[in-house]
């Protein structure tokens, strides 16, 4: 299985929509992911297969030096291929390049191996606020 990886890749909203709703477990919604990306995003990483999003994470940013990864999806059928490693190995290059020092990431518990060990991130002390 051949996995191509692009940043600012080109993607339809509806199917990272349904790629969402699938991830995360929710009915689809109707965002339009290409303006939230554009206006709140230092960029993105898709994966493709065959031509097919399979994967996305988005790469938020403070305008300075610290990067965020939100949204990271990948569809059901590709879990537990190294596609996710793979985005965020793309997102960490990318953010890198546009001068950003640190890559931040928030996950649920039972991503902790995942963050920890396949992507490299490090335990840290943070807070979290629910608004």
């Not at 065959?50 to 569809?75: K, M, Q, R, S, Y």
């Not at 518990?109 to 490090?122: E, H, K, M, P, V």
Request: net charge negative; charged share 25%.
């Amino acid at each position: 299985m051949t996995i191509t990886y692009e940043w600012r890749g080109d993607f339809d909203s509806p199917d990272l929509n349904a790629l969402h709703a699938q991830d995360f477990r929710h009915r689809p919604l109707d965002v339009d992911w290409l303006t939230r990306v554009h206006r709140h995003g230092l960029g993105w990483v898709c994966a493709r297969h065959d031509g097919d999003l399979v994967g996305l994470v988005n790469v938020a940013w403070d305008g300075g030096v610290h990067a965020f990864l939100l949204d990271t999806v990948v569809a059901t059928g590709h879990r537990r291929s190294g596609i996710g490693a793979g985005l965020v190995t793309e997102a960490a290059r990318q953010a890198r390049t546009a001068g950003c020092e640190w890559l931040h990431v928030d996950f649920e518990d039972d991503l902790r191996s995942f963050c920890f060990d396949a992507c490299g991130f490090r335990p840290t002390t943070a807070g979290l606020v629910r608004l």
